[in-house]
């Protein structure tokens, strides 16, 4: 049951550091900041549960599940907002949005 456990907790870590590493690659590839910030709020979140969910197969004890169940929650209220100020303050800022992107006002 212990190796079922930890087996787990690596697949979902792994898994975790390769939606990582796709939001880095969507990071170099978009060109414009809007796609960016995008790419990088999706699987930042998707990563950070997948990570934290990995974790908690490793802990041992409940105060440490609920702490990254707490991690969780906060990373998924807090990250769509900060992304989406981040791209109302780009579209508000730069005067040659209309070039690079479809923007609805």
Known sequence: MEQIRFLLGTIFILAGLFVFGIA???????????????????CDSLASL???????????NLGSILKLLLVVILIWLSNPVA????????????KEIEKECEVER
Not at 50 to 60: D, E, H, I, K, N
């Open 83 to 94: 992304s989406h100020l981040v791209c109302k303050i780009e579209v508000e800022t730069n």
């Open 50 to 60: 997948l990570v934290c969910v990995g974790l908690m197969f490793y802990a041992g």
């Open 24 to 42: 880095t690659l969507g990071l170099f590839r978009f060109r414009y900041v809007l796609n960016r910030v995008h790419v990088a709020a999706k």
